[in-house]
């Protein structure tokens, strides 16, 4: 049965907190877990997570804020699960950020931790959402809204990500899969195979790997093919749904290939990225990118960058196998995006452009402006419609065109419906100093010169233009979304989640992205308390000669703005 946990806001008259010394508590306070307590943990809605428990009377749940909260810090400070336990248990700053504020409160057993998880991932097996992730978007949405970010410019940018999958080569896989068959076997079927599968099952896969000579690479390949072939055939009326055989099916497809009643190993080009990586993670796949391998996962960010905000906050995360390409994850980011952040423009570099994104973009009313283009570069010795100024519809439909020269003419469609046309007056045109390079012609019947493009050829253009806009303005917001990129990885060294699964990979990093946010508002915080003395200190530096009661004004004023917020926190003010 589903119970909101609002004890926090009853606290204690005696305390471990109210024991501190009036300086510990103002540390403390200031401290990362008085920001999160304040900024996460009080503003999560439970109601969210009520869907993942029984509507009739029961056992009450664990408190689902504590619960959400402590996987976000897991992620966010690189805890293991053990580290997260004695920092629930023990670490009092851990306990103040969970609204705890006894050593020896009540708590549950870390296997309620675990059990939440699962029930995580089984809702998004089942519905396809998110539970974290809707509840990073309420968080965030509230914190924006407290400090009147402005979210109408937004950057975005990708990054490789591995689960925790060791690194292996094509016959390894293969021999993995194969000791992993008994495991689905009866003791019966066990002792059948015992004898096929004994040269694979001495050792691990890669000491198999050590022992074969690297001639004979084929020959093991035609082995393996022939015995999965073969199992695969037999154990399917008694094993077709396990787990395990499914995974065999899979590697054997991807792997194998029926010719002539032989099998026939594929080509190492012929491998798809989507291929298996490893039976302990069925969704990484492979990627090469800027001739480097990855095996894994992109996760992909989006944050506020509006030059007038005073601190900048992380609005989307998203995880997807790494061989989707960043439209992709654009696309299916943007509509919502526009509807909670009321988004008009996006900031992203040449990976991110594509017609389809450009028809997305005009559907949702906002402008996108890359820091580099996809193709090739365009030539300076020509002028290129990127030159010509293309005025379009809301709808990205092209109704005016300016050339260099000044010249504006109106935009029509072609004969044929598929392209548009702008005609330019000959006169002007003949004079142009672009005649020469001026991708507009003359026509064979008609004295005017033309111009002809298509929808996407137009779209290019201008994102070309803006692009050069905002480089000669000497205004990249774009770039800084890298250290963003950065500070979400930093608690994973060399980029490797410990965990497996997309689910469990999008957890980890949204609760790294909550804990960036954490530490951009309370890093905004010190900033304002340290603005405010430095206020006090000029005010009373001016007034040396006002007299010893104005001093001692100052003095209370200045107490109350480092304590004010402590107070709050510890009455329920």
Not at 201 to 226: C, F, N, P, S, W
Not at 374 to 396: A, C, D, V, W, Y
Not at 488 to 508: D, E, I, N, W, Y
Request: net charge neutral.
């Amino acid at each position: 049965m589903f119970k909101e946990n609002n004890q926090h806001l009853q606290p204690y008259l005696i305390s471990n907190i109210n024991d501190l010394p009036e300086k510990q508590k103002s540390l403390l306070e200031k401290s990362w877990s008085g920001t999160f307590y304040k900024e996460v943990f009080c503003r999560i809605d439970e109601q969210i997570f009520s869907v993942l428990y029984v509507d009739f009377p029961s056992r009450p749940n664990a408190p689902v804020n504590e619960l959400t909260c402590l996987e976000i810090m897991k992620a966010g400070q690189g805890w293991t699960d053990e580290e997260m336990w004695h920092h629930y248990l023990f670490d009092l700053q851990t306990r103040y950020a969970l609204g705890l504020e006894q050593i020896g409160e009540a708590h549950f057993d870390l296997r309620t931790l675990y059990n939440f998880r699962e029930r995580l991932s089984r809702y998004m097996q089942e519905t396809g959402n998110n539970l974290l992730d809707q509840a990073f978007a309420q968080v965030t949405d509230e914190q924006i809204e407290a400090y009147q970010i402005k979210t109408g410019r937004q950057r975005m940018d990708s990054t490789q990500v591995a689960s925790n999958i060791r690194q292996m080569g094509r016959i390894q896989l293969l021999v993995t899969v194969l000791q992993r068959i008994p495991r689905m076997l009866t003791e019966e079927d066990q002792v059948h195979y015992a004898e096929d599968l004994a040269p694979y099952l001495k050792g691990h896969a890669g000491q198999y790997v050590y022992r074969m000579k690297r001639e004979e690479t084929d020959e093991h390949l035609q082995q393996i093919g022939k015995l999965m072939q073969r199992l695969l055939i037999e154990l399917k009326p008694a094993y077709e749904e396990d787990p395990i055989y499914q995974v065999l099916e899979r590697v054997f497809g991807e792997h194998f290939q029926i010719e002539a009643d032989d099998i026939r190993s594929k080509p190492n080009q012929q491998l798809s990225a989507s291929s298996l990586q490893s039976p302990d993670d069925l969704e990484a796949t492979y990627r090469n990118k800027r001739g480097q391998g990855y095996q894994g996962y992109t996760a992909n960010l989006t944050e506020t960058c509006d030059p007038e905000n005073a601190v900048q906050l992380i609005t989307k995360v998203q995880v997807a196998p790494n061989n989707v390409d960043d439209t992709q994850l654009l696309a299916e980011a943007l509509p919502e995006l526009k509807e909670r952040t009321n988004l008009d423009t996006l900031y992203t570099d040449g990976g991110y452009g594509s017609s389809e994104i450009d028809d997305a973009m005009a559907e949702n009313n906002v402008e996108q402006v890359q820091t580099a283009i996809r193709g090739r570069k365009p030539s300076s010795e020509k002028l290129h419609l990127s030159g010509f100024e293309i005025k379009q519809t809301e709808e990205g439909k092209p109704t005016q065109i300016t050339c260099p020269q000044g010249q504006k003419v109106k935009v029509q469609l072609s004969n044929r419906k598929k392209s548009f046309v702008a005609h330019f007056e000959k006169d002007d045109c003949q004079t142009c100093p672009y005649v020469s390079i001026c991708p507009a012609k003359p026509g064979k019947r008609d004295p005017n010169w033309h111009l002809r493009f298509t929808q996407a050829q137009a779209n290019v253009s201008q994102r070309h233009r803006r692009s050069k806009a905002r480089l000669k303005e000497g205004q990249n917001l774009r770039a800084a979304v890298e250290a963003t990129v950065r500070q979400v990885k930093h608690p994973f060294p060399a980029s490797k989640l410990p965990v497996r699964g997309q689910f469990r990979v999008t957890c980890m990093m949204i609760g790294s992205a909550v804990m960036s946010n954490i530490k951009r508002i309370q890093r905004y915080k010190a900033m304002k308390v340290t603005q405010n003395n430095e206020k006090c200190i000029e005010i009373e530096r001016k007034s040396t000669q006002s007299g010893p009661f104005l001093l001692f004004i100052l003095d209370a004023i200045r107490d109350t703005l480092t304590t004010f917020t402590f107070e709050n926190r510890v009455f329920g003010f």
